[in-house]
């Protein structure tokens, strides 16, 4: 299948420290990919949907000034943390869908930790 | 929207024996349906899907089946082994919907030697 790479795949860092995700598909252009984040033992909660060129677009109750989304390329979406705090500390997976075989790749995911 | 409800949550069986996993979906307009598996701590990582144009595929120890009338659709992994064990999840999606893909829960399946 197609590769979508995330890094980093853990990061921890300090309260109030912004931290970036970036999410790139390696052999296939995404026009559309997607942030999630994930609990210990919960399901796939969707943030946003990141749209090459335009503005995401974010779920109910997700801040739009706290989690940054740019998509600039076809194969590159980014995810920054702003002003991280502890609540913030989660599981957080991009994917992307390639649009030639209509299937969605996930990243490997990013462990966020904020002390 | 579209809602998908994933059984059993957990399961456990013994090395060798089939395991299947059920999942229900609420809008018939629904026509892609994938399935994920997840081990701990990395991303999920698609293992197979179908499209509502047919009602079976299989690969290899894997198969899924598709009932339209119903809206359900099942994950079967026959012989399974132990590195079988992940969390599973099931997802659907609707035509003209942004690609987006609606999750079932999860089911955590554990395979004994």
């Known amino acids: 299948g197609a590769v979508v790479s995330q890094h980093p795949s853990r990061v921890i860092c300090k309260s109030g420290t912004s931290v970036k995700i970036e999410c790139r598909s390696l052999d296939f252009q995404a026009t559309t990919m997607f942030w999630y984040r994930q609990f210990p033992k919960k399901s796939l909660m969707l943030m946003a949907t990141?749209?090459?060129?335009?503005?995401?677009?974010?779920e109910q109750g997700v801040e739009k000034d706290k989690f940054l989304i740019n998509h600039a390329s076809l194969t590159l979406s980014t995810l920054t943390v702003t002003s991280a705090h502890p609540e913030d500390s989660s599981f957080y997976i991009c994917s992307a869908f390639d649009t030639n075989n209509e299937k969605l790749f996930f990243g490997s995911g990013t462990q966020l930790s904020v002390l | 929207g579209e809602n998908v409800e994933q059984h059993p949550s957990t399961l456990s069986v013994q090395e060798g024996d089939s395991a299947v996993i059920k999942c229900t979906y609420s809008d018939s307009a629904s026509n892609y349906f994938p399935w994920y598996k997840q081990e701990l701590g990395k991303g999920p990582q698609l293992i197979i899907d179908?499209?509502?144009?047919?009602g079976e595929k299989k690969d290899q120890r894997i198969a899924v089946t598709l009932n339209k009338t119903a809206k359900h659709f099942s994950l079967h992994i026959t012989e399974t082994q132990p590195e079988d064990s992940a969390v599973y999840f099931c997802?659907?999606?609707?035509?003209?919907?942004?690609?987006?893909?609606?999750f079932g829960g999860g089911t955590r399946l554990m395979v004994k030697p």
């Open positions: 990141s749209n090459e060129g335009s503005k995401a677009t974010y």
């Open positions: 179908i499209r509502s144009n047919v």
């Open positions: 997802a659907a999606s609707i035509p003209n919907a942004g690609n987006m893909l609606t």
